[in-house]
């Protein structure tokens, strides 16, 4: 079967040509246009020259979005003169340009989240959306939920009422309008998710199994670290607290309210929801509860653990049982 080179695709093109920078395998323009001469993509492409115009090119990119130092300003275009072509320019990565290599995000997505965290820190008015649709418009994040036709005007009222949450509204008419739907909507499945929907009432209403929910959630997962880890480099530290505790929130499906039970070992959001719901809402609700109470809501041995990793280390012996409940199985005798 024929088969065509990765480097073909800009994304992948660019994201080498930060890595080899960023590692220190290549240090000028020459090394890294001999490096590229060398692989079958070359070999596909056949120009040479025109191949090494395009990583050229791509450099510059990477200069304007701050990814490698700009050792010299020039006025950019797409012409590139012989002379540019003869200079061995030295390349060095800028440290944001080093951890988005380490962070193995293709350096568009990374120049996005650096321009969306600048609009967020200026907003007035955030929620989870304002994130959520975020990382939903990376690329990485592809393919994302499909818009049905009868889904249009519940999808547009939804980015009505909205719309101050949103880093951007395309009009309806822009070529990009139907990817903007796309992560919307996807937005608000992460939202749900957040809301403690179940996977039945995701599949349901969205079509995503539960293995989909899975490979979704860890690729969110990586693209709000990833945006944490660059707000932490652009100093941007207001935001960093809230995308780590997004980040969390997503990792269990659950809303803010249950994040201070979730710092137990052995409770998940089924057993949080139900903790909270009668009133024991932090680790001091748990330490001020009874052992028996407590069995009787989580069972017996996953309380035990619980007390004892809030230093109340008790035994069996600590539950009571209820007036009104039998203790052990009842024979025969009992009935004289």
């Known amino acids: 079967e024929d088969i065509t080179s990765k480097l073909a695709s800009e994304p992948i093109m660019r994201t080498y040509i930060l890595s080899l920078i960023a590692s220190g395998f290549v240090n000028d323009i020459k090394s890294l246009e001999e490096f590229f001469s060398k692989t079958f993509y ?20 990477l200069k304007e979005w701050e990814f490698i130092k700009d050792n010299k300003s020039e006025e950019k275009s797409d012409f590139v003169s012989a002379l540019k072509l003869s200079f061995n320019e030295k390349l060095e990565t800028s ?23 600048r609009i967020i820190q200026k907003k007035e008015k955030l929620n989870d959306l304002t994130y959520l649709q975020m990382f939903c418009s990376c690329l990485e994040l592809r393919p994302l939920l499909r818009v049905k036709t009868a889904e249009f005007d519940s999808m547009s009222d939804f980015i009505n009422e909205n719309s101050e949450y949103f880093l951007e509204i395309l009009e309806q008419f822009d070529d990009e309008y139907d990817d903007f739907l796309k992560s919307v909507k996807t937005a608000r499945f992460f ?4 809301d403690e929907k179940d996977e039945e009432y995701l599949l349901e209403k969205y079509d995503v199994r539960p293995g989909e929910i899975n490979a979704k959630k ?26 780590n505790k997004i980040r969390f929130r997503l990792q269990y499906g659950v809303k803010e309210e249950l994040i ?77």
Do not use: C
């Open 191 to 194: 939202m749900e998710w957040l």
């Open 42 to 61: 070359a070999k596909q492409y056949g120009n040479i020259k025109k191949l090494n115009s395009i990583i050229r090119k791509m450099i510059d990119q």
């Open 95 to 117: 440290s944001l340009g080093k951890r988005v290599s380490e962070l193995y995000l293709d350096p568009y997505t990374a120049h996005y989240i650096v321009e969306s965290l």
């Open 260 to 336: 201070p039970l979730l710092q137990l070992r052995n409770i998940g959001r089924v057993r949080a929801r139900i903790l909270f719901n009668n009133n024991l809402k932090d680790i001091a609700d748990i330490k001020r509860i009874d052992l028996s109470s407590l069995s009787h809501l989580i069972g017996k041995s996953v309380a035990l653990d619980v007390k004892k990793q809030v230093g109340q280390d008790l035994s069996e012996e600590k539950i009571k049982v209820k007036e009104n409940k039998r203790k052990g199985q009842i024979g025969l005798n009992d009935y004289k």
């Open 218 to 243: 860890d690729i969110a997962d990586w693209l709000l670290y990833s945006s944490s880890e660059i707000a932490r480099l652009l100093k941007i530290h207001s935001l960093i607290k809230e995308l």
